[in-house]
């Protein structure tokens, strides 16, 4: 249980246009999401908390304009970099929190691998 | 606030030797630590976690924590090492301040295993 997906895996594009990455809780309902950026041999870095209904909060230094996040549903999270630049390439990985319970422990997606060219 | 510090980037052993991963703590309240492996390119999987109940943690694959609240550490280990144990392995603490549960990750320590 508590499979968390993410897609697409890998994304190619073109600098000035919008990337969407999905976060998906396959099998149970996660009221809490996480978004976080990691770089090349680098640890995880949380960009936002994404609650669902209800608007994301973002860490201090990530722009809320540029990387939105939009939690529609108690199963689905998605991340949206809006006017894509090179310096945005990174492994972007999603995280969903179980239900109370289990001492906040988060699930992690795959990663989605984002290449701006 | 709560953080996490790894004592060294990179660990390396021989197939069969004792694996030992340093986490180093430091929180406001007690706390739940995690230990999380990542292969590359790929997510991150649960090891092992402590959540104010025993001590000696036990996890997947062979792996062992124990919480030392005297000295702020979960340090990881691991009896004798298999060559897919190489990978990036994150220490990280809940932080249960905000309301959020946030989970605050140390740099990591790659570990790599020789024949």
């Known amino acids: 249980g508590a499979v968390v997906s993410q897609h697409p895996s890998w994304v190619i594009c073109k600098s000035g246009t919008s990337v969407k990455i999905e976060c998906r809780s396959l099998?149970?309902?996660?009221?809490?999401m996480f978004w976080y950026r990691q770089f090349p041999k680098q640890s995880l870095m949380l960009m936002a908390t994404?609650?669902?209904?209800?608007?994301?909060?973002?860490e201090q230094g990530v722009e809320k304009d540029k990387f939105l996040i939009n939690h529609a549903s108690l199963t689905l999270s998605t991340l949206t970099v809006t006017s894509a630049h090179p310096e945005d390439s990174s492994f972007y990985i999603c995280?969903?929190?179980?239900?109370?319970?289990?001492?906040?422990?988060?699930?992690f997606g795959p990663g989605t691998r984002l290449t701006v060219l | 606030a709560q953080s996490v510090t790894q004592l060294g980037s990179h660990v390396s052993v021989s197939e069969g030797a004792l694996v030992l991963l340093r986490c180093n703590y430091s929180?406001?309240?007690?706390?739940?630590l995690f230990w999380y492996v990542q292969y590359p390119n790929q997510g991150l999987q649960l090891l092992l976690k402590?959540?104010?109940?025993?001590?000696l943690v036990k996890g997947i694959n062979g792996f062992e924590a124990e919480f030392k609240k005297s000295e702020t550490s979960f340090h990881l280990t691991k009896p004798s090492a298999h060559m897919s144990d190489a990978a990036e392995y994150f220490c990280?603490?809940?932080?249960?301040?905000?309301?959020?549960?946030?989970?605050?990750f140390g740099a990591g320590t790659r570990l790599a295993v020789h024949p």
């Open positions: 995280s969903a929190r179980v239900p109370p319970g289990r001492a906040d422990e988060q699930f």
């Open positions: 099998d149970f309902q996660a009221t809490t």
């Open positions: 994404s609650n669902e209904g209800s608007k994301a909060t973002y």
């Open positions: 929180s406001s309240v007690p706390p739940y």
């Open positions: 402590y959540t104010s109940a025993a001590t």
């Open positions: 990280a603490v809940s932080d249960r301040t905000g309301g959020y549960n946030k989970l605050i």
